[in-house]
């Protein structure tokens, strides 16, 4: 099975700053890379779909990018409804998250 | 409106068995699987398998091979989950989340069901 590894396991941002995250698969890998946005105590929200497909109703400030071993999250603009907690996912693996803290 | 409604929380004594439902509604059932996905207190998201609703087709996660069993009810829309001969490592959050078992990503997901196994 393929291994997902996040980087960082925690970042901390301003209101404002451009923030990446970043993905690292085992081996080289297809398309099939999914990004989620968890809060507390709430079930994940998918973002982004297929490296970089921007799901419905997703603003457009998260992008996704990336090919075969590394793929990347980035959101343009923080905001403060983006404090949360960040995965990725390939088939049936999940990234362990990354938690965007307030700086 | 898409929507997954799960059961209510649970609370086990180790070795028993435990079944948690997921009511779907506002799209077609047979047109997607359903995923399930687990979240200890405080940890990430764990995959624990996937069931095709159209053809009954199953996919687990290796580590709960044996322990797990996934089943769709297309009369009434209803995607369970019974994971049995549990243990402590098994109090989580458990999700159900739509999606087929492609790129896609898994779009709508439940509310979450806390399962709790304590003697």
């Known amino acids: 099975d393929i291994q997902m590894t996040q980087s960082p396991s925690t970042l901390s941002a301003s209101v404002g700053d451009r923030v990446t995250i970043t993905c690292r698969a085992s081996q080289s890998m297809s398309s099939w890379l999914a990004w989620y946005q968890q809060k507390p105590g709430k079930a994940p929200k998918l973002l982004i779909y297929k490296v970089s497909s921007l799901e419905s109703g997703v603003p457009s400030r998260f992008s996704g990018s990336g090919s075969g071993t590394e793929f990347t999250l980035t959101i343009s603009s923080l905001q403060p409804d983006d404090f949360a907690t960040y995965y990725c996912?390939?088939?049936?693996?999940f990234g362990q998250g990354t938690k965007v803290e307030i700086k | 409106q898409v929507q997954l409604v799960q059961s209510g929380g649970e609370v086990k004594k180790p070795g028993a068995s435990v079944k948690v439902s997921c009511k779907a509604s506002?799209?077609?059932?047979?047109?997607?699987?359903i995923s399930w996905v687990r979240q200890a207190p405080g940890q990430g998201l764990e995959w624990m398998g996937w069931?095709?609703?159209?053809?009954?087709?199953?996919k687990y996660a290796q580590k709960l091979q044996g322990r797990v069993t996934m089943t769709t009810d297309t009369s009434t829309t209803t995607a369970s989950l019974e994971l049995r001969s549990l243990t402590s490592d098994d109090t989580a959050v458990y999700y159900c989340a739509r999606g087929n078992w492609n790129p896609r990503g898994f779009d709508y997901w439940g509310q979450g069901t806390l399962v709790t196994v304590s003697s």
């Open positions: 506002g799209y077609t059932f047979t047109s997607y699987g």
């Open positions: 996912q390939h088939e049936g693996t």
């Open positions: 069931i095709s609703v159209h053809s009954g087709n199953t």
